[in-house]
């Protein structure tokens, strides 16, 4: 805060007192920051335990991802957030020169990442189908939902590790997915049409879920079936995110 509050009253014209946040104040992943409007532009300025980083990235380029309860993450914080924050960073001033080696850890995609991402969300994608059937059968619209919103996220983050492609967060993957060059046909527009409107009473559910569990097993023979070679060897690159 102490080094932040300075630079942006140099920016704003208001009191940033209220909009800059001391460390560790938006949680142990976020860590803080502040909410600023620059000549019209919205800015989010956020802190990053440099030592911290370093540590996520060596457990993420060994496999090891953990997940955590995060506002505004409602598939949750992955530790593996901070490869694609380095990845898609561009440094503006760095003068001690910290981040072009920890940027050069995460290029090409870590192999074990991908494999421990590719294992933990097919399983998670099939056990929140499975854990709903139940649910929908008394009518649970509520948590019918959560769960293919659950799966459907896994789903995404499954393929985007087939393909070695980094993703920061929910927003806008799902879209992103429709540039992905391994795939299931029309994968995107099957999950917005089946999210958008779940249906009500046990038929529909039912319904829902049975239509969840064909795309999940759609993506889990493609990774099955892709997953033992790489983007590289296909000549489709390697670490971009869209």
Known sequence: EGA???LAR???????GDMVTP????G???NGGAWLEIEGHRVDWLYRDLARVRRVVEECRAGQVTCDYQPGHPHGFFSSNY???LHDCRPLFDPAGVLAPLKALVTPYPPALRRALLDRFLWEAGFAIDTAKKAAGRGDVVYVSGCLFRAAA??????????????????????????LPRCPEGFADRLEALLSAPGQGAEAL????GRMEAIAREARDLCRREGSST????????GERF
């Open 4 to 6: 932040v509050a300075p």
């Open 10 to 16: 140099e920016l704003i014209a208001a009191d940033p």
């Open 23 to 26: 460390p560790g104040a938006w």
């Open 28 to 30: 142990p992943w976020i």
């Open 83 to 85: 490869l694609a924050d």
């Open 154 to 179: 896994c789903l995404v983050q499954a393929l985007f590790a087939l393909n070695e492609r980094y993703v920061s967060n929910e927003k806008g993957a799902l879209q992103r997915t429709r540039a």
């Open 206 to 209: 039912l319904g829902s879920l």
């Open 231 to 238: 983007p590289q060897e296909s000549g489709q690159g390697s």
